[in-house]
């Protein structure tokens, strides 16, 4: 009996990190979340980091490791080939159990769920790896009653232990040595408790919660205030950028803005009829107005149209009190 | 599909070896290895073939025991040739991850597919018999085929269509033909030889069958040889009496 030192690297890695991951489902079960996360983190890594370092260690082995998938088609008759189905099934609950554990917290039924059935297909796999050696009749020293509770046993053995010392690590020796990198992490927590809290300490905390109100509502406030502002003045940002129709009603706002009262915005009132934008009645007379977004310089003909509306006007008024305003945003 | 066949034939082509005039020769061996390492499951590589820990590919094996006549009590060589058996119920081929391994509905011969091996090596775990074989260099398992393109190719002669170690054996101790039919000459050998499995209790239900070595008085009469004497028996007075008397002063016996 010589198996392969990859095979065996297999089974110990793979077994401790299942039996990691039954063990981390016991530990939910006793819902006393730790302080933060880096346990759970540690923890997962560890129990993953062993599944998946294993299993590509047993491709090792192989005369063709690049056909091990092939390895996934025979769960009908092969435990070898179960045991592949199997631990590539269990990384999706073992995932959800993580994302669960992190999102719901380790109590949540979620995390419950998905916690049982990470142990369950946990056991399900170290059980396969145990039916390859105690399927094996010709091999006397692996077919008996031993090997299946052996295989189970020191897998949850190994993976309690590993259980162990990862809680130690985070939660006593890595604090005690960064207290920095954790910060939520003491085993002295309970001196926070309000229970032990010095005097005045707690007026004090409700004082600075009040202040601390008090200043998001007037932050707040200001926030609008300025929100208004910046609404009520936006087209003097307009008047520099808009171009086509929000340039012309840009523009007549404007003009409201300067306490002009008699402007009429022609294409608007006169949707069929493309003269001028603009019309303004003042005392002098009346001020027809084009607005125009153009890149560079304004070309003759777009300078000469408003003189022609002009024309036009004045000859309908029959009076010569008509004035031409042509408005260029170049800045655009 | 790695699941044994579940309609099989009823065709079982196989060997049945007959222990008793094996003479362990092993030209079986060599020319197994002589037509399958040119065929299709060649070439069966060799490691270290001149060097100190030679070893390679074989799919027949010959093993030699020294073993005592239960009849007589005499000492007696046995000489056991070794393949697979292409069992029934193959322990091999129900192991197999990838479908490699598989057992031919059509005439019951198992074969490896050596385009999906992976090479895990289970197959040989399995069998009971050892007669698995890993290539190291081409990193797949091969085995005994039967012969399986000598006994289907058209491009041979007909009576050249039986496996080589059969055709090749000069004391006529390997037999090959269908055990799946108790009425083939196969057959009917393996029921007046009481032919035996190996290792029964492995529930494997071979196919290839072994002719036990027959004892005493029974061998000796089936081979139509004289049987050896004892060194204290007189030998039979059929011869005259002079010619008996000359024979006695001779050998330095008692007048």
Redesign the interface.
Known sequence: MHPAKSVIFFTTATGAGYGLLVALFAYSLLGEAPADNSFTWGAFFSAFFLIIAGLLSSTL?????E??W?????W??????RE?VAALFTFIPAGLFLYSWLTFGMTSIYTFLFGALTAILSLATVYCTAM?YV?????PAWRNLWTLPVYLSFSIMTGTVLFNFLIELFDTALPSLTPAIFPYQSQFNWIHDLDYSLPNQRDLAEEREKITNEYQDALTKHEEKANQNHEKYQFLNDLLTATGDALVSTVEEFLGYFKFSEVRNMDELNPDKLEEDLQVDYPDGLLVIEAKGVGGTSTDSDCQQISKFRFRRAQERNSTDVFALYIVNHQR | MTCLPENPSGKKLGLVTDLDICVGCHACAVQCKEWNTNGISGPLSDTDPYGADPSGVWFNRVHTYEIEDEEDGTSRTVHFPKSCLHCDDAPCVTVCPTGASYKREEDGIVLVNPDTCIGCKLCSWACPYGAREYDQAEGVMKKCTMCVDRIYNENLSEEARIPVCVSTCPAGARHFGDLGDPDSDISKLVAERNGFDLMPGMGTAPVNKYLPPRSGAARTKALGAPRMLSIDQPPKKKAGRLTSWIDQVLSGGKV
């Open positions: 082995h192989l005369g063709h490791p056909r091990a092939r390895a996934l088609s025979q009908r008759s092969s435990w070898l080939s592949g390859i399927s094996l009749k010709a091999i």
